[in-house]
């Protein structure tokens, strides 16, 4: 099955730097990728998603890029903030009318942004 | 933040015994998940259902039960054979034909 390694599990920054997040799956069928942000005790939202037919995608602050070949993305956070503070997942799955849409996560990344 | 919600926001369970959490959206998503998380670790899919009186079972689904008997709820019942039950407990739903899942706040369950 499936299988979603992400890196670095801890990141502290400073405030205004960059920050990146990589994660790396095994099932080339994969076809989705969205990266979660959640704070302390809260639930999971969604911030980006890309789809395998795009290699990048930017929203603001942030960014997203895959790399199908070597079957790895990556999460892009640009002039941090103190509120970026939280843990970051991506996930991986296969979406389509046949399919069941579950996600795979990454183990997760602690983010910390220093002021 | 609306559209789903999870009940009790916390549950405490002594050993032995069998706890239901509640999960109810009111968004007209036909597929619903239940995730659990535990600390330092990612999001471990227990079932999942695509369709009313229909479910499956995910990676960890060992000690866990669900039933799907209404579109908008999907309770996760955590019984004895559940060998270490105490985590996060996260419900959710996506729309079909749609990519992105909603999460519910979650209910954290501690075992005494």
């Known amino acids: 099955g499936e299988n979603v390694e992400q890196h670095p599990s801890t990141l502290s920054v400073q405030e205004g730097d960059s920050a990146v997040i990589k994660c790396t799956y095994s099932?080339?069928?994969?076809?989705?990728f969205p990266w979660y942000k959640q704070e302390l005790g809260k639930r999971p939202q969604l911030i980006i998603d890309i789809r395998s037919n795009v290699g990048e995608k930017k929203d603001q602050r942030i960014a997203v890029t895959l790399n199908k070949t070597a079957k790895h993305f990556s999460l892009h956070i640009t002039e941090t903030q103190p509120e970026d503070s939280a843990v970051y997942f991506c996930?991986?799955?296969?979406?389509?009318?046949?399919?069941?849409?579950?996600?795979?996560f990454g183990q997760g990344t602690t983010l910390q942004v220093k002021p | 933040d609306g559209g789903i919600t999870q009940s009790p926001k916390y549950l405490f369970r002594k050993e032995g015994q069998n706890v239901t959490l509640s999960c109810e959206q009111n968004l007209n998503h036909d597929a619903m998940y239940w995730y659990r998380q535990d600390p330092g670790q990612g999001l471990r899919l227990i079932y999942y259902?695509?369709?009313?009186?229909?479910?499956q079972k995910g990676d960890i689904a060992e000690g866990y039960s669900v039933s799907r008997e209404k579109k908008e709820s999907f309770p996760l019942t955590v019984t004895s054979a559940q060998k270490n039950p105490t985590a996060f407990y996260l419900c959710?739903?996506?729309?079909?034909?749609?990519?992105?899942?909603?999460f519910g706040p979650g209910t954290r369950l501690t075992v005494l």
């Open positions: 959710a739903s996506k729309e079909g034909g749609v990519n992105e899942q909603f």
């Open positions: 259902s695509q369709i009313v009186n229909d479910f």
């Open positions: 099932d080339s069928a994969s076809n989705y």
């Open positions: 996930a991986a799955s296969m979406q389509g009318s046949s399919n069941t849409g579950k996600l795979i």
